[in-house]
């Protein structure tokens, strides 16, 4: 078992958040299935194929992504994480 959270941002910015879903959808066809707010915190939920992925953003933590089964999450889905931090560090979003 093994469970992936990746960084995209350092810091919270709702426009970077909105492009990284944006990028994430033209590139990789996702579907936002869920949206959650509070007064710090955003949590979407994004459908990529078999996967369901939670794209956070947090005041104390920045911009997020991890999948929304944690530890029980496939390795696929763990890969597909790791990718989609790559795609974005990259300057892809």
């Not at 939920?45 to 947090?58: C, T, Y």
């Amino acid at each position: 078992m093994s469970y992936s959270e990746i960084t995209l941002a350092e810091h919270p910015d709702d426009r970077v958040f909105v492009g990284i879903a944006n990028l994430l959808n033209e590139k990789l066809n996702a579907n936002v299935i869920t949206k959650l707010s509070d007064l710090d915190s955003t949590y979407w939920d994004l459908e990529i194929g078999s996967s369901i992925l939670v794209l956070h953003q947090q005041t104390f933590v920045g911009i997020t992504i991890f999948p929304k089964e944690g530890y029980s999450a496939p390795e696929e889905t763990i890969g597909l994480v790791k990718a989609i931090g790559m795609l974005v560090k990259n300057g892809n979003a």
